[in-house]
């Protein structure tokens, strides 16, 4: 029996926004959104990286929001198979979408994120980016748009019925309160307890 939004994503916080025609899905670090309906889903992302993939004629679409490319060794991590992962968050959203009436051959793919915000040798948005777009070219999927690296972060709204996205980069000034809150995501994450924040739209 095929969930629904309801069920399968209840965890998702959800908002109204007056200049928004659908309900808003606020998705963080480590979690995907799908809809058969049509939906916004929003995220603010720093060095990680968020695909939004539809399937325009079945009318179905999602965006994810992952942290790392995958787990340094299989089968150490605590958590098991985390969507913070990209190889674990790119399969869940786009099994989640061919659930849906969605087809691997019609899907259309956008990617955001990986920005270089935190200071150090160590460029996780670079690597996050790497990833990604190695994956799509393994996978033979379409890219439509990518808006990866820089040193901002951004702020994300995919229309998953159309593939409309809405993106603004954040100050520079502001980098550091998201690299403080990619910290300590991971930090909850880890630990396995639920991370909770305040979105606020622009």
Known sequence: MMRTNQDQFAHIRRMQDHRFPHEIAAILPGEYFVSDTPMIVYTVL????????????????????FMLPKPKEAGTDSWGESTRYGSYAMESLINEILKRGGAKSRLEVKLFGAGRIYEGNIDVGARNAEWVLEYIKTEGLTVCKTDLGDVLPRK?????????????????????????????YASKLQEKKPVVEDVTLF
Request: one cysteine or more; aromatic letters at 6%; glycine letters at 8%.
């Open 156 to 184: 994300i709204y995919y229309f998953t019925e159309s593939g409309r996205v809405l993106m603004k980069k954040i100050e520079k000034a502001k980098n550091d309160t998201i690299a403080i809150r990619e910290r300590e």
């Open 46 to 65: 720093g060095s990680c990286v968020s695909a939004c993939i539809r399937d325009p004629l079945a009318r179905v679409g999602g965006m994810n929001h």
